[in-house]
């Protein structure tokens, strides 16, 4: 079992930057990927970015390309996700992730990030 806790949310205005952390703990991690969703009220979660564990390989979304980075720290198991420029259409709770195998199974609780206009 692997457990994930996020943190680094809050409030920004347009154009602002934010740094969310996922530290994860428990067994040690052995899933192909780690990656950051996002879930807006009213709205399906998406995923906004993925990080291969072993590569380092990197997918996100297109609505935040060029904006958001995501990398690791492997010796730490943890994962963080830049976001610069954010946008009012940012405002979701972020939630952290870690795949077992291929599939998505651990989850983090979330952290709210609100971009005011």
């Known amino acids: 079992q692997v457990q994930l806790v996020e943190s680094g949310g809050g409030l920004v205005q347009a154009g602002g930057s934010l740094r969310l952390s996922c530290a994860a703990s428990?067994?040690?991690?052995?899933?192909?990927?780690m990656g950051w969703f996002r879930q807006a009220p009213g709205k399906e979660r998406e995923s906004v970015a993925t990080i291969g564990w072993r590569d380092g390989s990197t997918v996100y979304a297109d609505s935040v390309k060029g904006r958001f980075t995501i990398s690791r720290d492997n010796a730490k198991i943890t994962v963080y996700l830049q976001m610069n420029s954010l946008k009012p259409e940012d405002t979701a709770v972020y939630y952290c992730?870690?795949?077992?195998?291929?599939?998505?199974?651990?989850w983090g609780q979330g952290t709210q990030v609100t971009v005011s206009s």
């Open positions: 428990g067994r040690t991690f052995s899933g192909y990927a």
């Open positions: 992730a870690a795949t077992e195998g291929y599939v998505y199974r651990y």
